[in-house]
């Protein structure tokens, strides 16, 4: 069958250098779960180095196309490709609870969606990896008093330990990005149930690096903090000066505020 031709709306950028796809599979520990979910495997250059390993590989394919040539090329993929928009798609529908990894060379396009979606299962991810632009995984694993510190990167190391592993060339791939890319890995902490409310963590957060120049005092203003709460000198610094831990003792603070 004829390879595939990459999309330019669905972001594919097909990897063509071998080493690296068995580099990026290499990064799941298999510590956990049976189970792991690639998602975007385009012709998979990935997915091969997936099923050598002792675990159940899924992959979840939006592009027909691939997916006709996976069913083709993969005899072992039988029943284990899902042909699906993995943000909108309901994964307990393959996996009913259990525990699982994701993976993949993700599209740049909706890159921080899946790292967003897999937030919101992380009762069920203990590990995630995969390749995104660089400077997004730069931003997921970033700790405070970066620039590129923000919303992503506090989120995602409330409820997971970041490491950026290794970055890849542009000419490893076909067509060609062009930015570098960025392979990182984000593993659950042993303890990631929070000791604030979950929801109002997310909105403190979001909020504040909305205006990330302002100080707290003002950027938080929307929230309705009592004049006592605001006087707490937390709020004389801008977002970007707390660490994750910060955010969730100021989000503790919020909560007893009774917002």
Do not use: W
């Not at 792991?36 to 675990?55: A, C, F, H, Q, S």
């Not at 990005?177 to 979950?198: A, F, I, Q, W």
């Amino acid at each position: 069958m004829e390879k595939v031709k990459a999309k330019k709306h669905l972001g594919q950028h097909f990897l063509k250098d071998e080493s690296i796809a068995k580099a990026i599979a290499d990064t799941l520990s298999l510590e956990s779960y049976n189970d792991v979910l690639e998602i975007g495997p385009g012709m998979g250059v990935l997915t091969k180095y997936l099923l050598e390993k002792p675990i159940d590989t899924y992959v979840i394919e939006i592009d027909t196309e691939s997916v006709t040539y996976l069913d083709a090329n993969y005899p072992k993929l039988k029943d284990k490709i899902i042909s699906e928009d993995f943000l909108k798609y309901n994964i307990n529908s393959v996996f009913e609870g259990k525990q699982f990894a994701i993976i993949g060379n993700f599209p740049y396009n909706i890159s921080t969606q899946i790292v967003f979606r897999t937030l919101e299962f992380r009762d069920q991810i203990p590990e995630f990896s995969g390749m995104f632009q660089k400077e997004v995984a730069e931003r997921i694993c970033e700790k405070k008093g970066s620039k590129t510190y923000g919303i992503l990167s506090v989120l995602a190391q409330a409820f997971y330990d970041t490491e950026y592993l290794f970055t890849v060339d542009e000419h490893v791939f076909n067509p060609p990005p062009k930015v570098k890319s960025g392979v990182m890995r984000m593993r659950r902490k042993e303890n990631y149930t929070l000791p604030c409310s979950e929801k109002l963590l997310f909105t403190v957060v979001k909020t504040a690096f909305q205006q990330r120049r302002k100080t707290l005092r003002n950027s938080l203003k929307t929230l309705n903090l009592s004049d006592k709460l605001r006087e707490d000198p937390v709020f004389d610094i801008r977002p970007e000066q707390l660490s994750v831990e910060e955010f969730i003792a100021l989000t503790q603070k919020i909560e007893a505020d009774g917002v």
